[in-house]
């Protein structure tokens, strides 16, 4: 059974950090690159980070320098530490292995954290 569970997310000010956590099922994890991804209200979902199974990471531009993607194999986790947060930044924060956008309204996804960052 695929479960992937997101939590972490809060209300904070602009320039403040939060790490964000993902608990996924062994079969969706293991061996995986896994990712984060974010949808704003009125906007698409979008690609944020990703890992793969070795440690190899990428981020989009809107975040790179500030956000760290990591994981725990033996906790099937990943985790987003997000520092100097931004306004625009404001979504709902989503983990899954790495797919296609073309794919993002055909697959499974948990329910998500909130991260709203106040100006």
């Known amino acids: 059974q695929v479960q992937l569970v997101e939590s972490g997310g809060g209300l904070v000010q602009a320039g403040e950090s939060l790490r964000l956590s993902c608990a996924a099922s062994g079969n969706i994890f293991i061996g995986n690159s896994m990712g984060w991804y974010r949808q704003a209200p009125g906007k698409q979902r979008e690609w944020v980070a990703r890992?793969?199974?070795?440690?190899?990471?990428n981020y989009a531009d809107s975040v790179k320098g500030r956000f760290t993607i990591s994981r725990d194999n033996a906790k099937n986790t990943v985790y987003l530490q997000m520092n100097s947060l931004k306004p625009e930044d404001t979504a709902v924060y989503y983990c899954?292995?790495?797919?296609?956008?073309?794919?993002?309204?055909?697959?499974?996804w948990g329910q998500g954290t909130q991260v709203t960052v106040s100006s």
């Open positions: 890992i793969t199974s070795g440690g190899i990471t």
């Open positions: 899954n292995t790495v797919l296609p956008a073309n794919s993002y309204d055909n697959v499974y």
